[in-house]
């Protein structure tokens, strides 16, 4: 899957979990429209740019690279009050990035 399919696709699945983010606000956060939002999220955007998708990145709270390497998708299982407080809080996209790693580095079985 190539990258403009992930952005669309995480796009998406970010604007729902950060609470039905309308395409409207991410574009505002963001510093474009919402037709540009639209764009993305629909794939119709060769190559977005760096900044902008660091923009992005930053408006949804999540680290640049997950938001364009790898396919999202939303999952609830249970975690520590604590461990929630923290991914939902301003250092969310760190902690996440942390998480992803120490995955990505534990062996498979």
């Known amino acids: 899957m190539d990258v403009t399919k992930i952005l669309a ?18 574009g505002q956060r963001v510093g474009v429209s919402r037709r540009t939002i639209a764009r993305l ?3 119709e955007v060769g190559d977005p740019g760096v900044e902008q998708v660091r923009g992005l990145a930053a ?4 680290p640049f690279d997950l938001l364009v390497s ?8 249970p975690v520590p009050t ?5 991914l939902e809080s301003g250092d969310s996209a760190e902690l ?9 580095e534990t062996p498979r079985r």
């Open 9 to 26: 696709a995480n796009l998406r699945v970010l604007r729902e979990l950060r609470g039905k983010l309308g395409q409207l606000e991410l």
């Open 70 to 77: 790898r396919r999202l998708v939303p999952v609830t299982i």
């Open 41 to 43: 999220e629909s794939a």
């Open 96 to 104: 996440l990035a942390k998480i992803v790693r120490v995955i990505d």
């Open 82 to 86: 604590d461990i929630r407080e923290r």
């Open 59 to 62: 408006a949804l709270d999540v």
